[in-house]
């Protein structure tokens, strides 16, 4: 099993700015992924985070409004941008084991005011 | 629309008592389906994955099934317990690729 550390764990930002979110994995792996869990909805992909090389992003997410790095095998971050209210939802990251099981970071409750 | 669907939304019972959430999904092709349990302010945590071949699987006092012919998936939680209380999410793998149903919330009463 993989041991996510992600923070923050929750913040309230003023919309307008950004909120950088961090994880941190204790295993080196080749994919992270960021998902956006809104509220009463199921997870949805954001991005995957390719070491080496930028971020594989889903439709309806572009890389202006959600950069990522991806420095290294154990470390991610996330930002989401030019915040506004409704890009308040819990962000996560995971990762997976060889076995295809995903493991998940403790997830950011960001709140936009 | 979404692929997984998820069934009941919510759901109370009482301690002690069983429970059997519902989750029904048309990816394909079919790779993995899991399980995870969501605690509220916390990251998903698996509680089973079951392949193609897999009708059952338990961990615990969790228990799933897995009819990959009729594409439903049940996880049956026994003698609930406080603790239990949680959303209770149904992921289906394909082409590498993770869908996620809107999860059922469990809430267990003393």
């Known amino acids: 099993s993989a041991v996510i550390s992600q923070k923050p764990s929750r913040d309230i930002c003023q919309r307008g700015t950004s909120l950088t979110i961090q994880c941190q994995v204790d295993?080196?792996?080749?994919?992270m992924f960021w998902y956006r869990q809104q509220p009463g909805q199921s997870l949805t992909l954001i991005a995957t985070a390719n070491q080496g090389s930028e971020a594989t992003y889903e439709s309806g997410f572009v890389i202006d409004k959600f950069p990522i790095s991806r420095p290294n095998l154990t470390f991610s971050t996330l930002t989401v941008s030019n915040l506004s209210p409704e890009d308040s939802s819990i962000y996560l990251c995971?990762?997976?084991?060889?076995?295809?099981?995903?493991?998940f970071g403790q997830g950011t409750r960001l709140t936009v005011v | 629309k979404n692929q997984v669907e998820q069934s009941p939304q919510s759901l109370i019972i009482l301690e002690g008592k069983n429970c059997t959430l519902q989750c029904n999904y048309t990816v394909s092709p079919f790779s993995n389906l899991r399980w995870y349990k969501q605690d509220t302010g916390r990251g998903p945590v698996s509680l089973t994955i079951?392949?193609?071949?897999?009708n059952t699987k338990s961990n615990g006092r969790y228990t799933a099934t897995l009819d990959a012919d009729t594409k439903q998936s049940s996880l049956h939680i026994t003698a609930s317990q406080l603790s239990d209380s949680a959303s209770y999410i149904c992921?289906?793998?394909?082409?590498?690729?993770?869908?996620f149903g809107a999860g059922t919330t469990v809430t267990v009463r003393a």
């Open positions: 295993s080196q792996v080749t994919m």
């Open positions: 995971s990762v997976e084991d060889p076995g295809g099981n995903a493991f």
């Open positions: 079951m392949t193609f071949s897999e």
């Open positions: 992921v289906v793998s394909a082409n590498y690729k993770l869908s």
